[in-house]
């Protein structure tokens, strides 16, 4: 599998200098896609000529995806600049992961269950610290301390893609749970009538309805001749009511959640990134405008749902928060 070096956009980049003395971190992604590692400053920014990404995806084997997270951790510490003082590496994974024995399960990669992926690091980094979390609060730390949440003292971060994640902000201070796996907002259980259902009600995940993959899959059953969240949006932007109709019923589904957790933890604002929440130019305003409709109380439609301010550096961001931002953790 081939390894990239990339910037948020994916293109290429070229490495710039970076003072010596300043604390680096080693941030590293895993995704049911890619693995993605960078050196992150403690300003947040990303270190350019330092991210490197590879391929994983859920038929490749676990040696195969040790290896990637291997050979893009290898690429960026052999990028960094002359000198640099890496503290620590954060490391965000999709769940179900365990804090306290540092391994992951992850949904969408079959081939880890029970994986150290925290050993594995430490041993390829050569770095004493390594922090473990789910990749949804990385994603909330990212909004938190350089985005779209910063001020926020309860607040979600929620990332809406190949899958549904999210992360917790709670009295000002994250929320891992008991075993790391709090915000795993995309798999509560949505009442949902389906079309062809003769009048049974179902209940399904937030994720089986409104993840990239699974809406695109719903469309082609109802006639959509496209495979992708881009065909998905290319033929919504010129019209097709059926592409329409299939962004509406996952920007409804993700207000619906939100409008959930609402009830539950009484958030003031959530921010949303991930590649299919930009699917259509007013995707967040649909998600808005379903938390407003579907509130189950007076107080929830207060609470401002927001983009992402981060682009594709927020996963990465939020992984190097573990290190530089170790106090917003329970």
């Excluded at 960026?76 to 890496?86: D, E, F, K, Y």
């Excluded at 990749?135 to 909330?140: A, H, S, Y």
């Amino acid at each position: 599998m081939p390894l990239t070096p990339s910037d948020a956009s994916g293109e290429p980049s070229a490495a710039a200098p970076h003072p010596a003395s300043v604390p680096l971190a080693l941030a590293i992604d895993v995704g049911g896609t890619k693995v993605e590692s960078a050196l992150v400053a403690a300003d947040a920014t990303v270190l350019p000529g330092t991210r490197h990404r590879a391929p994983t995806g859920a038929g490749t084997s676990s040696d195969g995806i040790a290896d990637a997270v291997g050979r893009v951790i290898d690429a960026t510490l052999a990028a960094a600049p002359p000198g640099a003082v890496i503290a620590g590496a954060g490391v965000g994974c999709a769940g179900p992961i365990s804090v306290e024995r540092g391994t992951v399960s992850p949904l969408n990669l079959h081939a880890w269950r029970e994986f150290p992926l925290a050993e594995l690091v430490r041993e390829r980094s050569g770095l004493d610290q390594v922090v473990l979390r789910l990749d949804g609060l990385c994603i909330l730390l990212a909004e938190l301390w350089a985005g779209a949440l910063q001020g926020c003292r309860n607040a979600m971060g929620m990332v809406v893609s190949t899958g549904i994640g999210g992360g917790l902000l709670l009295e000002g201070k994250l929320v891992s749970g008991r075993t790391g796996n709090a915000g795993h907002v995309g798999q509560i259980q949505l009442h949902t009538r389906a079309d062809d259902s003769h009048g049974l009600d179902l209940s399904v995940t937030l994720e089986g309805i409104a993840a990239g993959p699974n809406i695109v899959a719903w469309a082609r059953e109802h006639g959509f001749t496209g495979a992708s969240g881009e065909d998905l949006a290319a033929a919504a932007s010129t019209g097709d009511p059926l592409a329409r109709a299939a962004i509406e019923r996952s920007a409804r589904a993700v207000g619906e959640g939100i409008a959930s957790v609402c009830a539950l933890v009484d958030l003031e604002a959530v921010a949303i990134g991930g590649g299919f929440s930009k699917v259509s130019p007013d995707y967040i305003d649909l998600v808005q405008a379903a938390v407003d409709e579907v509130a189950p109380l007076s107080t929830i439609p207060g609470v401002r749902v927001l983009p992402s301010a981060l682009s594709g550096d927020g996963p990465l961001i939020g992984a190097s928060g573990l290190i530089h931002h170790p106090h917003y953790l329970p």
